[in-house]
């Protein structure tokens, strides 16, 4: 599991950047994501300089650019990045722009990762073919839960296969118990979490801590809602409307 944050607020200084990846730290996560692309470059590489002192090594830190830069900016990026070998580097630019992609990654030799907006087989594919992404190390981020269903997800796994790439290789979007339990069963290479936010749907089974980025799931059948005591609530109320 990663922990998933670094959010930019009008009033959020790097000091307050800091303290919400010392609590992740703190809640059992060793792997963090933060958000670049919302101010300049020199002050994005500020902030990323301030979460790495808090961390052993640097690829416990993955940005994510959440597809807002050019080409021109993508590779400014990439090139200050470089040097940091973070753990990847995140949808630089708009999910379709294959091309893009594919230049950045001739630019850029660390991880990158993409494909959270991508939910068919088709673009899943042509990503895959024209992307110029690399099966040693990037990371595939297709969200298990919104992928046109658990059938085009496992379409989508069958084409990875036939083109050379691992599951281990899926690191899905979706910090709720449901991607957590197809991650797991589908034997995929770990899940994305958002400790504290969009509740209740958030966050896993009560009495399930995360352990240096690892969580147990609960040995009972299904999605596992019942296990989480306030989205249980909400549900149940919901069935009975």
Not at 163 to 181: A, D, E, F, K, V
Request: proline share 6%.
């Amino acid at each position: 599991m990663y922990a998933a944050g670094g959010y930019y607020y009008p009033d959020k200084d790097v000091h307050s950047l800091r303290d919400e990846m010392q609590a992740y730290l703190d809640l059992g996560y060793s792997v963090l994501k933060m958000k670049i692309g919302g101010v300049g470059l020199s002050q994005d590489l500020r902030r990323i300089d301030a979460v790495l002192k808090l961390l052993k090594t640097p690829d416990q830190l993955a940005v994510d650019a959440n597809g807002r830069f050019n080409l021109a900016t993508a590779l400014a990026y990439a090139s200050a990045l470089e040097p940091y070998n973070l753990r990847w580097f995140e949808e630089a630019s708009d999910p379709l722009d294959y091309k893009l992609q594919a230049t950045l990654c001739e630019a850029y030799s660390p991880p990158m990762a993409t494909g959270e907006n991508l939910f068919s087989v088709q673009d899943a594919r042509n990503l895959i073919r024209y992307a110029g992404l690399r099966p040693d190390r990037d990371v595939l981020q297709f969200d298990c839960a919104l992928s046109y269903g658990l059938v085009e997800y496992l379409r989508i796994l069958e084409m990875l296969q036939d083109h050379g790439w691992s599951p281990t290789r899926c690191i899905p979007h979706g910090g709720h118990q449901m991607s957590l339990n197809i991650a797991s069963g589908l034997g995929l290479g770990g899940n994305e979490s958002y400790p504290g936010i969009f509740q209740p749907f958030g966050g896993f089974a009560d009495g399930f801590p995360v352990q240096n980025s690892y969580v147990k799931l609960p040995e009972i059948p299904g999605i596992g809602f019942e296990a989480k005591s306030e989205l249980y609530g909400v549900m149940s109320k919901l069935a009975k409307n």
